[in-house]
Every structure is written in C-alpha cells, then in structure tokens.
C-alpha cells in the first residue's frame, strides 16, 4: 500500500531535498566571500529555483497519495497539515505544507489567482538576508545569512529552510499511519532529523 506515494519521496523527494540545502549551502558560501548583493545573486536564484523544485515535488506527494488511498486531496492536506510541529518543540508549522504548495504553484504559474494559497506570486519567494530571531529557534540559517524566505499574504515570513524539513516529517508519520513501510535508515532534510 503506497508503494507509489513512499517511492516518490524517497527517490525524488529526497534528493531534490538535497540539491535545495546545496544550492543553500552555495548561498552561504557566496555570501561570506562577498556580503554585496551583486556578488550572492546568481547562488540566490539558484536557491529558490532549486527550493521551488522540491515545492513541486513535495506538492506531487497529494495527487500520488489520494490516488492510492482513494481519499480527497483536501482531505488529505488538512491531515497532513495538523501533523506538522517543529521538531522537539510544540511550535505549530501547520501552514508550511500549503506554504510549499504555494511555492510550487508560483513558480508554474507567477501571479497566482486561488485565494486559498497563502501567497499571491513568485515575488512572495525571497533570497534575503534575515533578522535574529525570525521564525523558530534553530530553524535555517543564522540571522544575517540570506536564505529562501516565504512571505505569505498576512505579512508572515518563514524559512522555507524549516518547512520543509517539518512537511517531510508529517508527511511520513501520515503514510506510515495508513500502512506505508519505509526503507529502514536515518532521513536526514535540510540538516534535521526527519523521523517517519
């Protein structure tokens, strides 16, 4: 039982995890070797096209998953969403899910015109240098160093960074609740322990 939802995460989503928390670590790299804007630029755009890479796939976890349950894709993001927590904390992340999808959605389409997306284009997907203590402790990168940063339509930011390690996690703990079995072996996303 969803061999098909299980495989894409782990042989897609996985590695274009990967390729995103590279393309950030690129980021850092560019930024310590020149904090001027024109000198990180090209490592930032690459960051957020890779960060919309894994948008899309993670997003392509719905469509997969509610084909082989049989359920309502709604259905099954707002049961996905309430199983996403910071990990070690009882921070509530339950928006980052639709965050991601939004991600996805901008970088298909530019503006977008669905108002249940928490934001309204791909201009709401920054590469921008942070202020302390911005989202929760330990999620991304310190303070100062930019990174992809979501802005949602209330005015929020959030570290795309923290996200979607949180998104993967829940997503596990929902397949596993209805029956998927994972490769045994640690899963490691954008440098935290996401535990199936």
């Given at each position: ?79 996905v969403a ?13 928006d980052c ?100």
């Open positions: 039982m969803l061999e098909n939802t299980v495989s894409h995460l782990i042989h897609n989503i996985m590695p274009s995890a990967a390729d995103y928390e590279t393309a950030e670590d690129a980021l850092s790299l560019a930024y310590a070797a020149d904090p001027t804007p024109a000198e990180w630029e090209a490592a930032a755009r690459q960051a957020k096209r890779r960060a919309a890479e894994l948008a899309i796939a993670i997003d392509g976890l719905t469509d997969r998953c509610a084909g082989e349950l049989a359920c309502s894709k709604n259905g099954i993001r707002s049961l309430k199983l996403c927590i910071w990990p070690g904390t009882n921070f509530d992340r339950t899910t639709e965050r991601i999808r939004g991600v996805a959605n901008a970088y298909k389409h530019g503006t977008l015109s669905d108002p249940r997306l928490p934001i309204a284009s791909e201009e709401d997907v920054l590469a921008v240098c942070t202020l302390y203590g911005m989202d929760v402790y330990g999620a991304g990168k310190y303070g100062g160093i930019p990174e992809v940063i979501v802005r949602d339509t209330s005015g929020g930011q959030w570290k795309f960074l923290a996200d979607v390690p949180v998104a993967i996690a829940a997503w596990m703990r929902f397949l596993i609740g209805h029956g998927a079995i994972f490769p045994l072996g640690s899963y490691r996303v954008c440098g935290v322990e996401a535990h199936p």
